[in-house]
């Protein structure tokens, strides 16, 4: 077995600049990147020289030996069939036939009263600022982070999300009450660029840091926070926030097409997930439809 190294190799260099010529953000990047190391870490070769057989014993070995589970095949096969068809080139009827069962599993959510509840409990201003802005406006974890001050528009009332998911810009309203909050907490670091900035020890480094905030800190922070609030549900992580902010806009009647539009999802299918996930209009729908039928 060769000692192939696929950390800073021409063919990963190859690889990241076809990713980004394809417009894939930074997260996608990542993981296909990481799918490809795993690759060439196991057959412990130059990827070019891998073959199709080969590729299936992976490909079977992760499935059967390791029992990815099919989210974690999907980014594997995604990654890899990138590289294989986009870089090296190669038309194997293979990269056609791979694909993951999807998943249905509906996302945990949390109700307004143990948002509020969790909220509350909150150990640190800098990640209450950061989860109550992430609940009230719906954002991805790291569109969170990445905030900048000038994707703030206070006049409009809206943040501008640079390069979500799929690399796509949005804009999100910014509630009124989360604006006067991100101006308060900005002025205890007044760091040039970042609203969420690393704020280090003693938080000295928050005004010159130029990295924000890092996931495993405001993650903790809510586990902390859920913890100390008594919330025993399963699965509850800062992505959750995003979850229940969809789910609680759907409750007060906000059109299904708008929700999308707040969350960057390119397809409704994705946003009808919600759905699943509020029993709202159940009852109101229950006496229309008695009503309908009577006398058929």
Request: include cysteine; aromatic fraction near 8%; hydrophobic fraction near 40%.
């Amino acid at each position: 077995m060769e000692n192939y190294s696929w950390c800073q190799s021409v063919w990963q260099k190859k690889m990241d600049r076809a990713m980004l010529v394809a417009g894939m953000g930074e997260s996608t990047r990542e993981s296909y990147d990481r799918a490809m190391r795993k690759l060439v870490h196991q057959c412990g070769k130059d990827p070019e020289c891998i073959t199709e057989d080969e590729l299936l014993d992976y490909f079977i070995f992760r499935q059967e030996e390791t029992k990815w589970a099919p989210a974690t095949m999907r980014i594997c096969y995604c990654g890899i069939k990138f590289f294989f068809k986009n870089v090296v080139k190669r038309d194997w009827h293979l990269l056609a036939l791979a694909q993951a069962k999807r998943e249905r599993r509906l996302p945990a959510v949390l109700s307004r009263e143990e948002v509020k509840g969790i909220l509350a409990k909150v150990d640190a201003f800098h990640n209450y600022v950061y989860l109550l802005t992430v609940y009230s406006c719906g954002l991805r974890l790291q569109e969170g982070l990445s905030l900048e001050v000038s994707d703030i528009d206070g006049e409009r009332k809206m943040i501008h999300i640079h390069r979500g998911k799929g690399a796509k810009d949005r804009y999100v309203p910014l509630p009124e009450a989360t604006l006067e909050l991100l101006r308060k907490y900005w002025r205890t670091h007044r760091n040039p660029r970042l609203i969420f900035p690393a704020v280090g020890r003693s938080r000295v480094k928050a005004p010159v840091s130029t990295i924000p905030m890092s996931i495993e800190g405001v993650q903790g922070g809510l586990r902390r926070a859920k913890l100390a609030a008594g919330i025993n549900k399963k699965g509850v992580s800062v992505h959750t926030l995003r979850h229940s902010y969809a789910t609680h806009l759907l409750e007060a009647g906000v059109n299904l097409r708008v929700i999308q539009k707040n969350l960057g999802h390119a397809n409704i299918e994705t946003t009808m997930i919600y759905l699943h996930l509020t029993n709202a209009g159940m009852e109101d729908a229950y006496q229309i439809i008695n009503s309908v039928m009577q006398g058929v």
